[in-house]
């Protein structure tokens, strides 16, 4: 059901904003309330270095660690590839 008076981009991002430092603010231990988050991102390396888990722990968390950056560098690159199409669209994409 579509909404008769949908938000603008700029008050779903204050919405979200709001919605966050609600949380925060009635979280006292933020390590552990993200701590889940982290480990199950880190599994994810985990499985596609070394789905069998054969490796060497030393040579497993080479490898996570590489799979790691890889995962930030394609994010950068998608990032930075967007930005060259909003500027030479003229701001429109």
Not at 1 to 18: E, Y
């Amino acid at each position: 059901m579509p909404m008769s008076n949908p938000l603008t981009p700029a008050q779903r991002r204050l919405r979200a904003q709001i919605a966050a430092n609600a949380r925060w603010a009635n979280t006292s231990d933020r390590v552990a309330a993200t701590a889940k988050g982290r480990d199950k991102f880190e599994q994810r390396f985990a499985n596609e270095v070394d789905p069998d888990g054969t490796l060497p722990p030393a040579e497993r968390a080479k490898r996570i660690a590489n799979a790691r950056s890889a995962y930030f560098q394609r994010l950068s690159l998608k990032s930075s590839q967007a930005r060259s199409r909003r500027r030479d669209t003229g701001g429109a994409a």
